[in-house]
C-alpha cells in the first residue's frame, strides 16, 4: 500500500503542470523512524484555515501549565491557555492555613492592645483622683484637737501603796496612779430623731457580686414596702452593661448575702448607672441615654409615670468624680423622694430637687456652691445631702454637707472608709437607718451615729 501511494505521488510531480511545484521531503520523525513528506499547493485554496492539530493542541497544553507554573510562584492569579480562570493559581491548603492563623494572631494582639488600653485609662483616672485628693488634703488646715476631758471623764485608782503607810507610819511613801479612759455619755446621740450625722461606723461586706456585671450596681430596701412584698425584701441592679433590665428581689438579707433571689423582673426601659432608689412600692429610676426619670411599679410590672428632670445632665454631662454616668441621682430620706443633678445653668454645680412621688414632678429646687465632678457620691438624710471626698481612697472623709431647710453648706470631716478601693454607689436606707454601698463588686454597709434634732 505505500509503495502504490508512492507512485501515485511520483506520477503526480512527473506531470508538467505540478513537477515545478510540488516537492517531496524525507526525514526522521521523534520516535526515530523514516518518513516522507510531500508538499503539494492547492491549485484553488490560496491559504489554509488554521487547524489546530495534535501537536498544536499539545504544545499549548504544556505551555498553559507552564504558566500556570510561573503564576503560582510569582503570587499571581493569571488564567492559564486552555483552562479556567485561577484553575492552577489557587493558594496551597498549606498557605492558607498559615494565612488563617496569621489573621488569628493579629485579631488576639489587637483585642489585647484594647483591653491593656482600656486598663490604663482606668489607672490614669484613678492616679488623678488620688492627685486630687493629695492636694485636697495639703490645703486642708490642721484641725485643733479637742481638750480630753471635755470627751472623757477620769478614773483614777492608788495601786501599790505601802501597808505601813496606810497603817500612819512615818515618812514619804510613792504613790502610784493607774489612768483609765472612760467615754462620757453622749447625751446628743439620737439615731431615732432626724439630726446631723455624726459618725459612720466600719464597712460590714454582705455579698461579691459573681463576674464583672457586677463591678458597679445599686441595691436598696423600700422604706415603706408595698404588698406583695414585705418590709425585709432587698433589691438589687448590677449595672455594667449598656442594656441594664434586671431587678433581682430577695426576701431577706441572708437570701441576699447566699444569693437567692425569689424574684426577677425585666424593666421595659433601660436604665443608667447606679443613681436608682425604691420607694413607696416603685422603682425609681433614670432612663438610658436621656434625663427622662421613671417610676416602675412593682406589683403591676408596669410603668405608673414617666417624666423628664427639666435641663438636668445625662450620659456624662455631669457625673460624680468617678464617672460611669453618674449624672442624676435619686435618694429616698425622711422628708421624702430627692434628685441630685447638674444643669448647664448651675453650670457643674449640685442642684438638689424635691420630686413628687406619684408624677415626678419637681416641687422644689436648691442650687449649691458644691462642684458635683468634685466630689465622690452623696447622700440624702434628713433633708441634709452630704458628699463623700473620693471613691478610691482607703480612709477618706464626709466632707460637706447642705440643709435644704437653712440653704446652707458647712464643711466637715467625718470619717469614711472605701474598703475595696472603687465605691461606685453611696445612700442612705431609711428601712435600716444605714447607708448602703457598692464598693469594687461588694455590697456593704455602714452604721450611723445621729445627732439630736435642733429646736428652732
Not at 118 to 127: H, P, Q, V
Not at 224 to 242: C, K
Not at 308 to 314: M, V
Not at 365 to 390: D, H, P, Q
Request: proline residues 5%; aromatic residues 8%.
Amino acid at each position: 500500500m505505500f509503495f502504490l501511494s508512492l507512485l501515485c505521488i511520483c506520477g503526480l510531480l512527473l506531470r508538467g503542470d505540478a513537477q515545478d511545484r510540488a516537492s517531496l521531503w524525507r526525514g526522521n520523525d521523534r520516535s526515530g523512524r523514516c518518513q516522507y513528506t510531500f508538499t503539494v499547493p492547492s491549485p484553488a485554496e490560496a491559504t489554509c484555515p488554521q487547524a489546530g492539530g495534535p501537536e498544536l493542541d499539545g504544545l499549548k497544553a504544556r505551555l498553559g501549565v507552564l504558566e500556570a507554573l510561573v503564576a503560582q510562584l510569582g503570587g499571581k492569579d493569571v488564567q492559564p491557555r486552555g483552562g479556567q480562570p485561577g484553575a492552577a493559581a489557587r493558594p496551597q491548603p498549606e498557605l492558607q492555613e498559615a494565612l488563617s492563623r496569621a489573621v488569628a494572631e493579629r485579631n488576639l494582639l489587637q483585642g489585647e492592645k484594647e483591653r491593656l488600653q482600656r486598663e490604663l485609662d482606668t489607672l490614669k483616672l484613678r492616679m488623678e483622683e488620688m492627685r486630687r485628693e493629695t492636694e485636697r488634703l495639703r490645703s486642708r488646715p490642721c484641725l485643733s484637737q479637742s481638750p480630753m476631758a471635755a470627751a472623757t471623764a477620769t478614773h483614777v485608782s492608788l495601786v501599790g501603796l505601802d501597808s505601813t503607810w496606810l497603817h500612819g507610819a512615818q515618812g514619804f511613801q510613792e504613790v502610784k496612779a493607774e489612768v483609765t479612759e472612760v467615754p462620757a455619755p453622749d447625751g446628743n446621740v439620737d439615731n431615732t430623731g432626724c439630726g446631723q450625722l455624726i459618725s459612720v461606723g466600719e464597712p460590714v461586706t454582705h455579698r461579691k457580686a459573681d463576674n464583672i456585671a457586677g463591678k458597679y450596681g445599686v441595691w436598696m430596701q423600700d422604706p415603706e414596702a408595698v404588698s406583695p412584698y414585705g418590709a425585709s425584701m432587698l433589691w438589687r441592679i448590677d449595672t455594667i452593661g449598656t442594656e441594664v433590665r434586671q431587678l433581682y428581689g430577695y426576701d431577706d438579707m441572708e437570701q441576699l448575702s447566699k444569693g437567692f433571689p425569689s424574684k426577677v423582673l425585666l424593666l421595659p426601659d433601660p436604665l443608667e448607672s447606679t443613681g436608682a432608689t425604691i420607694y413607696r412600692g416603685s422603682l425609681y429610676y433614670q432612663r438610658r441615654l436621656s434625663r427622662t426619670l421613671i417610676r416602675y411599679d412593682l406589683a403591676s410590672e408596669n410603668v405608673a409615670a414617666r417624666r423628664e428632670l427639666p435641663h438636668a445632665g445625662f450620659h456624662g454631662q455631669f457625673p460624680y468624680s468617678w464617672g460611669g454616668y453618674t449624672d442624676i441621682d435619686l435618694s429616698v430620706d425622711e422628708k421624702g423622694l430627692w434628685a441630685v443633678y447638674s444643669t448647664s445653668k448651675a453650670q457643674g454645680a449640685i442642684v438638689i430637687s424635691k420630686l413628687d412621688p406619684h408624677s415626678l414632678e419637681v416641687k422644689r429646687s436648691w442650687e449649691t456652691s458644691i462642684r458635683k465632678a468634685s466630689v465622690a457620691n452623696s447622700f440624702m438624710i434628713c433633708g441634709k445631702l452630704y458628699t463623700v471626698a473620693s471613691y478610691a481612697a482607703r480612709d477618706t472623709t464626709i466632707n460637706q454637707v447642705y440643709d435644704t431647710a437653712t440653704s446652707q453648706l458647712k464643711a466637715v470631716s467625718i470619717p469614711f472608709k472605701n474598703k475595696y478601693g472603687y465605691n461606685s454607689m453611696i445612700d442612705y436606707s431609711l428601712a435600716q437607718r444605714k447607708l448602703f454601698a457598692w464598693d469594687n463588686f461588694h455590697l456593704v454597709s455602714y452604721d450611723l451615729r445621729l445627732g439630736r434634732q435642733q429646736a428652732n
